[in-house]
Nanobody, 121 residues
Framework: VEVVESGGGLVHAGESLTLSCAAS????????MTWARQVPGEGLNWVSV???????FYSNTVKGRFTISRDNAKKTAYLHMTSLKVDDTAVYYC????????????????WGQGTQVTVSA
């Protein structure tokens, strides 16, 4: 199993950014996918989940600003982030499966290496 995040970068507050998560080694179309984020010194907190049927779930901190999607043909999940805030600055991780909650553990499950998103004022 492998998931690889990409698309992070430095943006200004109010701008948009789309992250990608390329998956391999499992039946992507039958698997939920999770995006989570971590600020240095803080816990790994869930951001969004999309289940195999395409149903979307969002944490309250990003609801209305972020959109999760998936392309089963490309075995890729996406996180489209709009109206970015300085507080959205974090390393964003993708994981196989549905992981909803805070203080998640990267040693449990299949996670990528993360992609840095930095939002400047």
């Amino acid at each position: 199993v492998e998931v690889v995040e990409s698309g992070g970068g430095l943006v200004h507050a109010g701008e948009s950014l789309t992250l990608s998560c390329a998956a391999s080694g499992f039946t992507f179309s039958e698997t939920a996918m999770t995006w989570a984020r971590q600020v240095p010194g803080e816990g790994l907190n869930w951001v969004s989940v999309i289940n195999a049927e395409g149903r979307e779930f969002y944490s309250n901190t990003v609801k209305g600003r972020f959109t999760i999607s998936r392309d089963n043909a490309k075995k890729t999940a996406y996180l489209h982030m709009t109206s970015l805030k300085v507080d959205d600055t974090a390393v964003y991780y993708c994981a196989k499966g549905a992981m909803i909650g805070n203080d998640l553990r990267r040693d449990f499950g299949d996670w990528g290496q993360g992609t840095q998103v930095t939002v400047s004022a």
